[in-house]
C-alpha cells in the first residue's frame, strides 16, 4: 500500500480499529446521518434478534443480511474519517520524533544555568551556540547565526536567524549551525509552535466549518423530511394490504438520505487540511482552508514573491560629459565594500562591461562609508576622492552641501528608470552627478502565467510594495497583476483589505513582520512567514514553514479543490438516491400493485434482491469514494458556470448512473450465490 495515497498498512490498521471505537454514539452524534444509520442498525438488529424462534423465522436471514449492511454503511463512514485523521496522526508521530529531551542554558543575570528545556518558562532568556538543540519557541534578542529547521520544515538548507527585523523568531526543536544567539522565550511547555503543531495535525482540536455546518444541516434535513416520508409508508402499506417489517423500512430510509456525503463530508474536510500540510503549510482551523476556496483577492509583496528579491544591477547611464567607464569605476569603488547583493552586481557589472577587476579597498587605504537610514547614501573616500551612491534626493542634497547640482540629464535618467519599473542610484564625486546605476527587479519566471490562471479564476491580484508608485505600476505591469499599492504602511495595508471585504470580497495576504500583523489579522486567510516575527504567526490563520510567499497561490488552489470535492460527491450522492428509489420503491408494493413492475427498469430478480442490493451498494459505495475524497478533485483554474455543469455532468450523471449498474451486478451475484 502506498504512503502517496495515504493507505500504507500502519495507517489502514489503525482506521480499521477506530472506525469500531467511532461507534460510540457520544462520537457519532457529529455526524447526524450516520448517527440516524446507526439507530437504525440498532433496531434491525434488535428486531432481526427478537425473531428468532418466532414465527417470522423465515425472515431471520433477509433481515440479518439487512442489519449487517446497515452496520457496515456506519463502520464504511468511520473508516474514511479515521483513513483521513490517521494521515495526520502519522505526520504528528513524525513530528513528535523531532523533540527531544533538550539541555537549556539559561542565563541569569551574568551565570549560565543548565536546565532541561521543559522547565523553561514564558520570558527567560536563553543562550544557544554551534551544535546545540534550540530548547523552545522565542524571539532573538542578541546575536546572528545560522540555524537548521529541518527537523520542522523539511527544508534542508539553512536559514539565518538575526535580533531586530523580520528574521528573529526561532522555533524550538531546531539546531544551531554557526555562531551563537540570544533567545528570549515566548511559549510554556505544551503552547510551542511544535506542541499546536502535532494537535492540528492530529484533528484533536478540528471545528467543523461554516460550510460543513451548514451542509451538515441540509442533510439533517433532508433526513428527518425522509423519515416522516417512511414512516407515513406503514399506514399506507396496511390500508394496502402489503407487509413493511421494521428492517425493510430502515433498509428504505438509509437508502433515501444522502449517506454518501454523510459518511464522506468530514474525511474530505480532514483531508483538505492533510493536503496543506504535505505542503508545509500549517491551517489553525478548516475554516481558513474553505475561506482560500472563497478568495476574491490576492495580496502578494513584491520582494521575493513577485520579483527574485534582490535587485540586479543591469546599466551604466553616464551623465553629460561622463564617459560610461568613468561611471563605472566610480560605482565599483564606491560599491567595493558593499556586501549586499546589490552591492555586488554593481562590482560584477562594471567588471563584465568594462574589464574593471576588483581591487583591494583596504590596500589603497580607503574609507568605505556605510549606508545609513539618516543620509540614504553610501560611498568611499581615497587619495582625495569623495563618492557616493544613493537616491537621488539625497544626493541632490549632498551635491547642494558641496556647491554642486543635478544635472538636468541625471534627474531625467532616473525618471526614465523609475517609469520601467527599476530603482536608480545617482553615482556623484564631490559637487558632480556622474549619472545613474540601473538596479532591477526581476520578476520570476512563469508568474505572469500564474496570475492569468488566477484571474480566469475570477481572483484579482495585488502587488503590495514600499516603492514609489511609477516603480510599482512598471513592476505591476510586467508580472501582470491587475492593481497595486505603492509605498505601503501598515495602517494603508489595513485599508485596503477592508475596502475589499466592504465590497464582499475574501481577502488572502501573506507577511513576516510585526508591522504585517495587523493586516494578517484582519484578512480571511492570512499566510505567516514561518521565518517571520512571532506576532505575524499569532496574527496569521496559517503559517508557511518553508516561508515560501508564492505558496499563497497554492493555498487558493487547495482550498478551492476542498470546495469542488464537497460539491461534486453532494452532486453524486443526491444523484445515485434517484437510482435507488427505482430498486427499492417498486420492490415494496409490487406484490400488491403488480403495475409498479413498470418502474423495475433494471430488471432486478426478487423484492427481496432489490432491498438487499440497494443497501449493499450504498455501503460499498461510500468505501469505494474513499480515495477520492482523501485525494480531492482534481483542481481546473474554471469559472463557476463551467464547474457547476462539469459536476453534473460527471458526478450528477455518473450518480444517476452508477447505482443502475452496480445494483444490478449485485442483483445478479446475490441471485448466483443463492443469498436473496
Not at 27 to 49: C, D, G, H, K
Not at 118 to 136: A, H, M, N
Not at 232 to 248: K, Q, R
Not at 352 to 364: A, M, P
Amino acid at each position: 500500500m502506498s504512503d502517496s495515497s495515504g493507505f500504507n498498512r500502519a495507517i489502514f490498521s489503525a482506521a480499521v480499529k477506530e472506525s469500531f471505537k467511532k461507534l460510540n454514539p457520544k462520537v457519532q452524534w457529529t455526524n447526524p446521518v450516520m448517527f440516524v444509520v446507526e439507530v437504525l442498525a440498532v433496531l434491525t438488529t434488535y428486531f432481526t434478534i427478537r425473531d428468532i424462534g418466532a414465527h417470522y423465522m423465515k425472515n431471520f436471514w433477509f433481515d440479518g443480511q439487512i442489519a449487517f449492511w446497515l452496520w457496515i454503511t456506519v463502520i464504511f463512514a468511520n473508516f474514511a474519517e479515521s483513513l483521513a485523521e490517521g494521515r495526520g496522526k502519522a505526520q504528528a508521530v513524525a513530528l513528535r520524533k523531532t523533540r527531544s529531551e533538550t539541555t537549556a542554558k539559561k542565563l541569569s543575570g551574568e551565570k549560565t544555568e543548565s536546565i532541561s528545556a521543559s522547565q523553561l518558562r514564558k520570558g527567560d532568556i536563553v543562550f544557544v551556540e554551534v551544535g546545540d538543540i534550540i530548547p523552545g519557541d522565542g524571539e532573538v534578542i542578541e546575536g546572528i547565526a545560522s540555524v537548521d529547521e529541518s527537523a520542522v520544515t523539511g527544508e534542508s538548507a539553512p536559514v539565518i536567524r538575526e535580533s531586530g527585523g523580520d528574521r528573529s523568531s526561532v522555533t524550538g526543536g531546531t539546531k544551531v549551525l554557526s555562531d551563537w544567539l540570544k533567545v528570549s522565550i515566548t511559549a510554556n511547555p505544551g503552547e510551542t509552535f511544535l506542541d499546536r503543531m502535532i494537535n492540528l495535525v492530529e484533528g484533536a482540536k478540528r471545528k467543523k466549518t461554516p460550510n460543513e455546518i451548514a451542509l451538515n444541516i441540509l442533510l439533517l434535513g433532508l433526513t428527518i423530511i425522509f423519515l416522516l416520508a417512511v414512516v407515513t409508508l406503514e399506514p399506507f402499506a396496511i390500508y394496502s394490504g402489503a407487509t413493511l417489517s421494521i428492517p425493510v423500512l430502515a433498509a428504505l430510509m438509509v437508502c433515501l438520505i444522502p449517506t454518501t456525503i454523510g459518511g464522506l463530508l468530514s474525511a474530505i474536510g480532514i483531508a483538505g487540511m492533510d493536503r496543506l500540510l504535505k505542503r508545509n503549510v500549517l491551517a489553525m482551523s478548516g475554516r481558513a482552508v474553505e475561506a482560500a476556496g472563497d478568495v476574491g483577492v490576492l495580496l502578494l509583496d513584491k520582494t521575493g514573491t513577485i520579483t527574485l528579491g534582490n535587485r540586479m544591477a543591469t546599466e551604466f547611464v553616464s551623465g553629460p560629459g561622463i564617459s560610461p567607464e568613468k561611471l563605472a569605476d566610480a560605482a565599483q569603488l564606491s560599491s567595493l565594500a558593499d556586501e549586499t547583493p546589490e552591492g555586488r552586481s554593481i562590482v560584477v557589472l562594471a567588471k563584465e562591461k568594462f574589464n574593471l577587476r576588483e581591487r583591494d579597498i583596504n590596500s589603497i587605504g580607503a574609507k568605505f562609508i556605510p549606508f545609513s537610514a539618516h543620509t540614504r547614501m553610501s560611498g568611499v573616500d581615497f587619495q582625495g576622492r569623495e563618492i557616493r551612491k544613493g537616491a537621488m534626493d539625497s544626493i541632490e542634497q549632498y551635491l547642494q552641501d558641496n556647491g554642486g547640482q543635478m544635472a538636468p540629464e541625471v534627474k531625467s535618467a532616473v525618471e526614465d528608470i523609475a517609469k520601467k519599473g527599476g530603482t536608480p542610484l545617482v553615482v556623484a564625486e564631490k559637487d558632480q552627478a556622474l549619472g545613474v546605476i540601473y538596479l532591477k527587479d526581476v520578476v520570476k519566471g512563469g508568474i505572469r502565467e500564474r496570475f492569468a490562471q488566477l484571474r480566469r479564476m475570477g481572483i484579482k491580484t495585488v502587488t503590495i510594495t514600499g516603492d514609489n508608485p511609477l516603480t510599482a505600476a512598471a513592476i505591476a505591469a510586467e508580472a501582470g497583476v491587475d492593481d497595486f499599492l505603492a509605498e505601503a504602511t501598515p495602517e494603508a495595508k489595513l485599508k485596503l483589505i477592508r475596502e475589499y471585504q466592504s465590497k464582499g470580497n475574501l481577502v488572502a495576504m501573506t507577511g513576516d513582520g510585526t508591522n504585517d500583523a495587523p493586516a494578517l489579522a484582519q484578512s480571511d486567510v492570512g499566510v505567516a512567514m514561518n521565518s517571520g516575527t512571532q506576532a505575524a504567526k499569532e496574527a496569521g490563520n496559517m503559517v508557511d514553514l518553508d516561508s515560501n510567499p508564492t505558496k499563497l497561490i497554492e493555498i487558493v488552489e487547495i482550498g478551492k479543490q476542498l470546495l469542488m470535492t464537497r460539491g461534486a460527491l453532494t452532486t453524486f450522492s443526491i444523484a445515485n438516491d434517484v437510482a435507488k428509489y427505482f430498486a427499492i420503491i417498486p420492490a415494496l408494493f409490487i406484490a400488491t400493485y403488480p403495475q409498479l413492475g413498470l418502474l423495475n427498469i433494471m430488471g432486478l430478480a426478487t423484492a427481496q434482491s432489490a432491498i438487499l442490493s440497494a443497501v449493499i451498494f450504498n455501503a460499498l459505495i461510500i468505501v469505494a469514494l474513499v480515495p477520492l475524497a482523501l485525494r480531492g478533485i482534481a483542481y481546473r483554474p474554471l469559472g463557476a458556470d463551467v464547474i457547476l455543469r462539469r459536476n453534473l455532468l460527471i458526478y450528477g450523471l455518473g450518480g444517476l448512473i452508477a447505482p443502475f449498474i452496480g445494483i444490478k451486478v449485485i442483483d445478479m451475484l446475490l441471485v448466483l450465490l443463492g443469498l436473496s
